[in-house]
Protein backbone atom coordinates (compact mmCIF):
# COMPACT_ATOMS: atom_id res chain seq x y z
CA UNK A 1 0.00 0.00 0.00
CA UNK A 2 0.70 3.34 -0.65
CA UNK A 3 1.75 6.12 1.74
CA UNK A 4 -0.94 9.12 2.21
CA UNK A 5 -0.72 12.04 4.04
CA UNK A 6 -3.93 12.18 5.90
CA UNK A 7 -5.20 8.46 5.99
CA UNK A 8 -3.25 5.34 7.44
CA UNK A 9 -3.10 1.77 6.04
CA UNK A 10 -5.36 0.68 8.60
CA UNK A 11 -7.96 2.90 8.06
CA UNK A 12 -8.16 2.14 4.18
CA UNK A 13 -7.99 -1.63 4.72
CA UNK A 14 -10.18 -4.13 4.57
CA UNK A 15 -11.87 -5.19 7.80
CA UNK A 16 -11.75 -8.85 7.13
CA UNK A 17 -8.00 -8.76 8.06
CA UNK A 18 -7.14 -11.61 5.66
CA UNK A 19 -6.92 -10.13 2.26
CA UNK A 20 -4.68 -7.28 0.76
CA UNK A 21 -6.84 -5.52 -1.91
CA UNK A 22 -6.02 -1.80 -1.48
CA UNK A 23 -7.51 1.51 -2.50
CA UNK A 24 -7.21 2.86 -6.32
CA UNK A 25 -4.42 5.15 -6.37
CA UNK A 26 -6.38 8.01 -8.77
CA UNK A 27 -9.10 7.93 -6.25
CA UNK A 28 -6.74 8.43 -3.18
CA UNK A 29 -5.10 11.32 -4.82
CA UNK A 30 -8.41 12.93 -5.30
CA UNK A 31 -9.67 12.26 -1.94
CA UNK A 32 -6.22 13.59 -0.19
CA UNK A 33 -7.31 16.89 -2.51
CA UNK A 34 -10.35 17.15 -0.98
CA UNK A 35 -9.18 16.52 2.53
CA UNK A 36 -6.59 19.19 2.10
CA UNK A 37 -9.01 21.98 0.84
CA UNK A 38 -11.36 21.34 3.58
CA UNK A 39 -8.99 21.45 6.17
CA UNK A 40 -10.52 19.15 8.49
CA UNK A 41 -9.94 15.49 9.07
CA UNK A 42 -11.73 13.00 7.61
CA UNK A 43 -12.01 9.86 9.90
CA UNK A 44 -12.66 6.77 7.83
CA UNK A 45 -15.51 4.30 8.74
CA UNK A 46 -14.81 2.03 5.01
CA UNK A 47 -12.72 1.89 2.61
CA UNK A 48 -11.55 -0.99 0.79
CA UNK A 49 -13.84 -4.32 0.98
CA UNK A 50 -13.24 -7.19 -0.35
CA UNK A 51 -16.21 -9.54 -1.80
CA UNK A 52 -16.54 -11.85 1.15
CA UNK A 53 -16.31 -9.00 3.54
CA UNK A 54 -18.38 -7.27 1.66
CA UNK A 55 -21.27 -9.84 1.21
CA UNK A 56 -20.91 -10.63 5.11
CA UNK A 57 -21.88 -6.84 6.01
CA UNK A 58 -24.24 -6.72 3.44
CA UNK A 59 -23.13 -4.27 0.76
CA UNK A 60 -24.85 -3.83 -2.44
CA UNK A 61 -23.06 -6.76 -5.13
CA UNK A 62 -21.53 -3.51 -7.49
CA UNK A 63 -19.84 -1.92 -4.25
CA UNK A 64 -17.06 0.39 -5.54
CA UNK A 65 -16.19 -0.46 -2.02
CA UNK A 66 -14.82 -3.66 -3.62
CA UNK A 67 -12.88 -1.59 -6.70
CA UNK A 68 -11.33 0.20 -3.84
CA UNK A 69 -13.04 3.56 -5.32
CA UNK A 70 -15.06 4.15 -2.49
CA UNK A 71 -14.88 5.48 1.26
CA UNK A 72 -17.54 5.98 3.86
CA UNK A 73 -16.49 9.35 6.32
CA UNK A 74 -17.53 9.31 9.81
CA UNK A 75 -19.01 12.86 9.33
CA UNK A 76 -22.05 15.04 10.65
CA UNK A 77 -23.46 18.02 10.85
CA UNK A 78 -21.65 21.06 9.27
CA UNK A 79 -18.56 19.29 8.57
CA UNK A 80 -20.93 16.53 6.62
CA UNK A 81 -22.83 19.25 4.44
CA UNK A 82 -19.37 20.66 3.57
CA UNK A 83 -18.02 17.52 2.16
CA UNK A 84 -20.89 16.75 0.09
CA UNK A 85 -21.01 20.50 -1.40
CA UNK A 86 -17.58 20.30 -2.20
CA UNK A 87 -16.86 16.77 -3.25
CA UNK A 88 -18.03 16.99 -6.78
CA UNK A 89 -15.62 19.46 -7.44
CA UNK A 90 -13.09 16.65 -7.17
CA UNK A 91 -14.55 14.15 -8.94
CA UNK A 92 -16.80 12.35 -6.49
CA UNK A 93 -20.28 11.54 -7.97
CA UNK A 94 -21.50 9.22 -5.81
CA UNK A 95 -22.77 10.70 -2.59
CA UNK A 96 -24.43 8.46 -0.22
CA UNK A 97 -25.96 10.00 3.38
CA UNK A 98 -26.43 8.52 6.38
CA UNK A 99 -27.08 11.56 8.75
CA UNK A 100 -29.53 9.75 11.56
CA UNK A 101 -28.57 7.37 14.61
CA UNK A 102 -25.05 6.78 15.88
CA UNK A 103 -23.86 5.38 12.31
CA UNK A 104 -23.70 8.67 10.49
CA UNK A 105 -21.61 8.94 7.91
CA UNK A 106 -20.85 10.73 3.80
CA UNK A 107 -20.57 7.65 1.09
CA UNK A 108 -18.38 9.09 -1.63
CA UNK A 109 -17.24 7.05 -5.04
CA UNK A 110 -16.13 8.15 -8.30
CA UNK A 111 -18.58 6.65 -10.44
CA UNK A 112 -18.62 8.49 -13.91
CA UNK A 113 -22.25 9.03 -13.50
CA UNK A 114 -23.80 11.31 -10.68
CA UNK A 115 -26.11 9.22 -7.65
CA UNK A 116 -26.81 10.89 -4.39
CA UNK A 117 -28.37 7.96 -1.86
CA UNK A 118 -29.60 8.98 1.22
CA UNK A 119 -29.35 5.79 3.56
CA UNK A 120 -31.09 8.20 6.55
CA UNK A 121 -31.43 11.67 7.20
Excluded at 16 to 42: I, T, W
Excluded at 61 to 71: E, K, L, N, T
Aim: charged share 20%; with cysteine; aromatic share 12%.
Amino acid sequence: MSNYKYFTENELACKCNECDGEMKPSFMVRLEELREHLGFAFPISSAYRCPTYNTKIGGASSSYHMQGRAVDIALNHDQAWQLIAAAPKFGFRGIGINQKGNGRFVHLDDRTQDKVTLFGY
